[in-house]
């Protein structure tokens, strides 16, 4: 869970990023984020405890992380001599920015609900219920509609990235992915880099909320093992005579 004081931090560094979106470009996307700002601070990055960031103010906080790993990853690929003449920087942020848009809804009605059930809250880890009067749409898709319907243009390499940031996680990204021609191969590795950080930043809240509770399991688990009696032990105490035990201990 979030404090309140962090969860307006993070809402501010998420507009910082907003404003390096490109002149122009970056104030319509600032106004489209403002006008839902009360859902999106509060929203979670997903429904279930069992996926990442499931709780109020989880969705930025997720987006601000995988800005920030794309940001270094950008660095780790340029180090590794990528083309970075196929893709800007710029590109990159907006494409983090939004490449989980479509968790928020329609843009008129919102994609999760608080549940109510509190069975499947404590049993299921399910504390967002879907909301079902929207229609289906994969999450890449739906960000590029809500970007489309307010008039933010979109290069063509942040359409990829935003459609592709799954990877093969998703099988409708096989034909981009799985090409063995060089010719119908992805012309630049902003799709890789979006990837690889929103894969680091689910990964990374996935540890935050379950590891601990893991690693508490196991020293439970631990603590029970030692004080457990070996088969030896067991036989030793049903013998009666103080002095055979003491021989049979020897042996």
Request: glycine share 4%.
């Amino acid at each position: 869970m979030l404090s309140e004081e962090k969860i307006l931090e993070n809402w501010e560094t998420f507009l910082g990023y907003v404003a390096r979106t490109g002149e122009g470009r970056n104030e319509k996307l600032k106004q489209f984020y403002l006008k839902h700002q009360e859902h999106l601070m509060l929203m979670p990055a997903s429904g279930k405890k069992a996926y990442h960031n499931a709780f109020p103010g989880g969705y930025i906080d997720h987006v601000n992380r995988v800005v920030e790993a794309s940001l270094k990853l950008y660095d780790v690929w340029a180090e590794m001599e990528m083309d970075r003449s196929t893709f800007t920087v710029e590109e990159l942020i907006f494409a983090a920015i939004n490449h989980d848009l479509g968790k928020m809804g329609d843009g008129e009605k919102y994609a999760h609900i608080p549940s109510t059930d509190e069975w499947r809250k404590k049993n299921l880890g399910e504390m967002y219920t879907f909301n079902k009067e929207i229609a289906f749409m994969s999450v890449p898709d739906r960000s590029i509609f809500l970007l489309t319907q307010a008039g933010i243009e979109i290069s063509q390499n942040e359409w990829l990235a935003i459609k592709l940031h799954d990877g093969l996680y998703d099988a409708a990204n096989e034909a981009y992915l799985k090409s063995y021609m060089p010719e119908t191969k992805p012309r630049t590795s902003i799709i890789y880099i979006l990837h690889q950080a929103d894969l680091l930043a689910a990964r990374v809240e996935f540890e935050r909320e379950w590891l601990p509770k893991f690693n508490t399991q196991q020293k439970t688990n631990d603590a029970f093992e030692l004080k457990k009696k070996s088969p030896k032990d067991k036989a030793l105490s049903s013998v009666k005579s103080e002095n055979l035990s003491n021989l049979l201990k020897n042996l």
